[in-house]
């Protein structure tokens, strides 16, 4: 069943899964286990949200069997034997409302696929139309695209790569669709109605329509394409009648467009935005405060280099009049640093402090075994040790 497999998929798949998986790891290190109670509260909202579409299928859908709707059963089951499927998810039938969809969902580890009345009606005299349909959702449960989606949820937003794979997940159930199918035709007519309506796309050429590909290699066409979770449906037909089709190629400036769009369009939903805001929002805690601390470390160590000329200049007075200075001001040394900080001497034993806006850096004079003086630094009020240099941390030689 490979064949059935769009080959990008395989690609894009392992790339999201792996990203998001570091991704995942690196929010729930760097939020220090935040992200695990974050992501239990996300799963209890999913469970209110899911369980009401889950309800609202069961209370409202009439629910295939051999004796409701033996006809749809039977090609349902078919369909399943078809890819090789031995667990049978649950298949409903629900009130389309005019819209010709279908679409597969999972609660639990329980899956189901939902076909709305209007496809079905529209298939009516099309058997393998709407084993086509079937095929297309089952080849998403198939796929695991239901449940390894959370893995991939820190990723899916990325400008093109999201969209990207979901294209390509697309394309897969597709082609089991088209497995479901009894020929090409029939699954290309099936997709048709998408376009064509109810009733027109049994009179749809499909040559003509394929045609209508070489407009998707504009750059509007193909900017939009590369920001969307679904193929132009003319690319799909195109495909379903000829795996191998060769489909006209994307313009090139449209991606320098496209990846400043991020795509949330497949994310799961309003749940899945939700993910979403959280993702960033995790990401901005992490970021916001990691650049804090960089540019306090910058600030920090340009102190450091600003004051030692201080230091310089106390050692030399030290060393030539043997005694410590009452205060900077004997010793010729201005207090105030041109970055804004202040210096303050202890003259008992020549201890410099560094005071500015975020803390004190406090340097310790000692004596070398060559008679030098040498200077230790350590962080003092208001600053942390890891905002200091490495040499300041470990008392190192300043």
Sequence with gaps: MNELVYPHERTLGAMTLIFGIVIWIALIVGTFGV????????FILYLFIQSTLISSIKGN???LSESQF???????????????????????ILNGNGG??????????????????????????????????????????????LSRHLLRWPVLWLPLLGAAYSRACEITCDRHGLA???????????????????????????????????????????????TSGYP?????????????????????????????????????????????????????????????EFTARAQFSAVIQESQ?????????????????GS???????PELNNGAHLSLDPTDMTLTVSTQKGEIIFTPRIDDQDNVVWNCRNGEGIRPTLLPLSCRSTENQ
């Excluded at 992200?35 to 239990?40: D, E, F, N, P, S």
């Excluded at 033996?70 to 409903?92: T, V």
């Excluded at 279908?102 to 496809?119: C, E, H, N, Q, W």
């Design 70 to 92: 033996p006809d749809l059963y039977s090609q349902f089951i078919a369909c399943c034997k078809q890819l090789g499927m031995e667990k049978y998810p649950q298949a409903y």
């Design 61 to 63: 859908g009439v629910e």
């Design 100 to 145: 010709l969809n279908a679409f597969a969902t999972k609660f639990l580890g329980r899956p189901y696929i939902v076909l709305m009345s209007d496809i079905v009606d529209a298939m009516d005299k099309h058997v393998d139309g709407v084993r086509f349909y079937i095929g297309h959702e089952l080849g998403h449960l198939r796929m695991k695209h």
């Design 180 to 226: 479901c199918s009894g020929s090409p035709e029939s699954a290309a007519r099936a997709l048709a109605a998408l376009s064509a309506g109810t009733e027109r796309w049994k009179q749809l050429d499909i040559a003509a329509y394929i045609n209508q590909t070489k407009h998707s290699s504009g750059f509007w066409m193909s900017f939009h394409e590369l």
């Design 232 to 292: 132009w449906l003319t690319k799909r037909i195109a495909r379903v009648m000829d795996v191998n089709a060769q489909i006209p190629k994307r313009n090139a400036f449209a991606y320098l467009l496209a990846v400043f769009i991020p795509y949330a369009g497949r994310l799961g939903g309003g749940f899945g935005i939700l993910i979403l805001i959280y993702i960033i929002g995790v990401i901005a805690a992490i970021a916001i405060p990691a650049y804090q």
């Design 309 to 325: 000329g201080a230091r310089h200049t106390l050692g030399e007075y030290y060393q030539g009049n043997h005694e410590v200075p």
């Design 35 to 42: 992200a695990l109670i974050v992501l239990a509260i996300g």
């Design 328 to 334: 900077l001001e004997k010793a010729g040394i201005n």
